[in-house]
C-alpha cells in the first residue's frame, strides 16, 4: 500500500535542510528546526504551505499559469526588464517590447529556462520533514534551472518530479536570509531568466540593429546592395595580426539562390567602419564565379538543405594567413603543386564552403581557370562523392585535390 501523505503540520516534530553549491570553489548550508520552533505560529503556516504544495498533483511540464504569467502580467513587468546596455536605440526597444509582451514568444521562453545547463555551478537542497509518527517527507533539487526546479518529493521511499514554483517559493520561505540557495530556490532571477532567453529568440535582428545604431549611415550601401540575415561588431583574434575588430555579417540578395550565402569581414576602428567598396563590387563578383561552376548549382538543386557560403574578408577572398595554413596542409599531404595553383591564382581565388545540412562541411577555392581546389572536409563524404580520389580519415579530412570544370577530381598535378 502506498504511503499516506501527511497532511497536518502540526503533527511536524522537526525539519533538517542541507544545501550546496560546487563551482569555481564550494559552499555548504546547513539548517535544523526543532519541534517547538515548528510549531511557532509563523512557521507552523509556512511548513503547512510546503506540505499542501508537496501534496498537490505534479506539474510534468514548466506552464505559463503556474508560474502567474499572463498577458497582464508581461505588459507589467517588460519595463522592468527592458535591456539597458548601449544604450539602445527606438527601434531595439520596440523589438524586445514587442517579443516579451507576445505569450507565443514567452512561452518558448519559458520552455528554454528549463532545457538550459551549464557548467561551474552545481547547486543542491534537501529539505527533510520528520513527523512524530515516523513519517518523513523529502523534497529534493539538484536543478540549476529557475526556482531550482524541478522537484523531487518522496514519502516512504516513492518520489514524484514536479515543476510547481509554489513548493520552491514555500521551500524558500522557511530560510533566513542569506541561505545558500534560499533566493535561488524561490525564483529571484526567474524575471531576468526568462528575459534572457527572450533576448536569444530576437537576438539576430537585435543585433543587425546594434550595428545600425553603432554605424549609422555607414552601413547604409551594405543595406542598400545586400540582404541582411545577420551581423555583429565583434573583437576577434586573427592569426598573424592579433587583436582585431570588424563587422561580421552573412548577407544575400534577391538574384541568388536562397542556399547561397555571402560571409563577409569589415574592419571596424574607433567608430569607423573600413571601406565597403571592395565588398560592394568584388564580393559578388566572387558569388557569381561559384555559380558558374554547373556540377556545383546541380547539386544545390538536388540538396535544398546544403548551404553554399562564399567568404570575403576586406578587400579578398582568400586570405594571406589562410592560404599560409593550406600551403601547410598540402606540403604534409606531399601535394606542394596544389598550392602552387592556389598561388597563382591571388588574389582572386575564391574561397567557399559548402554545408550539406548536418551530414559534412567542405571547404575549397575556385581558381581563376574555374577548376576548384576541395582543402578539407569533415563527414562521410563530399557532396555526395565517394571515393574518386577522396580519402576520408577522422576528423577534418586534407584532400588538396583538384577538381575539374566538369567536377571530375583529377590526378595530382
Known sequence: MAPTFPRDASGIDGVSIVSIWIGWGSKEGALTLHEAQCQGQKMKALLQEVLDRARDPPLDSP????????????????????????PPSPEQTALFAKAFTDVDVVSRALTACFNARWSDDFPMIRCTIHFKNGDEVAIKSESQSPFML??????????????????????????????LNKDRLGGSLFSNDLKNHVMHAIETRWDILECERKLGDQIVPVKEAFRISSARIVGLYRLGRGSEWGLIARLGRPDWPSQVVLDAFIGYNNGKLAPT?????????????????RWLVEFLSKRPEAT??????????????QFELFRDACAKANKPRVASLVAASLPDATHFTIAEGSQSLSS???????????????????????????QRGTGHNVCC???SQAGQVEGDP
Open 277 to 293: 567598396r571592395p565588398l560592394l563590387q568584388d564580393a559578388p563578383i566572387h558569388v557569381a564565379r561559384v555559380l558558374g561552376l
Open 308 to 321: 553554399l557560403t562564399v567568404h570575403f574578408s576586406q578587400d579578398k577572398s582568400v586570405e594571406d594567413e
Open 63 to 86: 506552464t505559463m499559469d503556474a508560474f502567474g504569467i499572463s498577458q497582464a502580467w508581461l505588459d507589467e513587468t517588460v519595463a522592468d526588464v527592458m535591456p539597458t546596455h548601449g
Open 401 to 403: 585535390a583538384v577538381v
Open 150 to 179: 524541478p522537484v523531487e518529493v518522496s514519502i516512504g521511499g516513492e518520489g514524484r518530479v514536479t515543476f510547481d514554483p509554489g513548493l520552491a517559493r514555500a521551500i524558500s520561505a522557511i530560510l533566513p536570509d542569506g541561505f
Open 364 to 390: 575549397w577555392f575556385l581558381l581563376t581557370d574555374g577548376r576548384a581546389v576541395l582543402w578539407k572536409f569533415a563527414g562521410e563524404s563530399v557532396i555526395g562523392w565517394q571515393g574518386a580520389g577522396i
